[in-house]
T-cell receptor
Framework: EDQVTQSPEALRLQEGESSSLNCSYT??????LFWYRQDPGKGPEFLFT???AGEEKEKERLKATLTKKESFLHITAPKPEDSATYLC??????????FGAGTRLTVKP | DGGITQSPKYLFRKEGQNVTLSCEQN?????MYWYRQDPGQGLRLIYYSQIVNDFQKGDIAEGYSVSREKKESFPLTVTSAQKNPTAFYLCASIRDRLNTEAFFGQGTRLTVV
């Protein structure tokens, strides 16, 4: 069965303290791995899609990487406005899209 | 502007009533999805549709029904058979094949009173 596991569940950082969020997955035929940011009471905001192992994408302070078993979202020198829940999802060969439970990030000034 | 629109934003329902949540997209996306999110939890897949007039059950389809009569629209009906319907419901769409970008609506918060 397809599974997506994110760790840690929650992460507290000081402003400027870089770190990484992990997304481990098992899926039958990966079509794409997605990263989203979600603020309370809002719909998830699309960040990245990664398609194959070795691929990397960057956007401002965020960088996503992908291997055959996991993806990392690296946050460099985070700011308080980066505080949110970060969600990872995988799209399988049958086109269903499954999410992890998310990592709740808090960045303190 | 292209986007995905869910309505209403807030919905109250009496026990025993069916209610339909709207999801419309003008992005020309092929696949559409419905998720349920409970407080402090991740998204669970209810139904998804890859093309018009076709849809598949997700992990928690019991008590829900969908239709896909038009490419732009994928309404979700929460029936009286759904035992615990109070939740935040999210709709997403994906442009498939060449460009797999997936976007979400802003959600509908359903409360059963």
């Amino acid at each position: 069965e397809d599974q997506v596991t994110q760790s840690p569940e929650a992460l507290r950082l000081q402003e400027g303290e870089s770190s990484s969020l992990n997304c481990s997955y098992t899926v039958s035929g990966l079509r794409g791995l997605f990263w989203y940011r979600q603020d309370p009471g809002k719909g998830p905001e699309f960040l990245f899609t990664l398609y194959s192992a070795g691929e990397e994408k960057e956007k401002e302070r965020l960088k996503a990487t992908l291997t055959k078993k996991e993806s990392f979202l690296h946050i460099t020198a985070p700011k308080p406005e980066d505080s949110a829940t970060y969600l990872c999802a995988v799209q399988a060969r049958n086109n269903d899209m499954r999410f992890g439970a998310g990592t709740r990030l808090t960045v303190k000034p | 502007d292209g986007g995905i629109t869910q309505s209403p934003k807030y919905l109250f329902r009496k026990e025993g009533q069916n209610v339909t949540l709207s999801c419309e997209q003008n992005l020309n996306h092929d696949a559409m999805y419905w998720y349920r999110q409970d407080p402090g939890q991740g998204l669970r897949l209810i139904y998804y549709s890859q093309i018009v007039n076709d849809f598949q059950k997700g992990d928690i389809a019991e008590g829900y029904s969908v239709s896909r009569e038009k490419k732009e629209s994928f309404p979700l009906t929460v029936t009286s058979a759904q035992k615990n319907p109070t939740a935040f419901y999210l709709c997403a769409s994906i442009r498939d094949r060449l460009n797999t970008e997936a976007f979400f609506g802003q959600g509908t918060r359903l409360t059963v009173v």
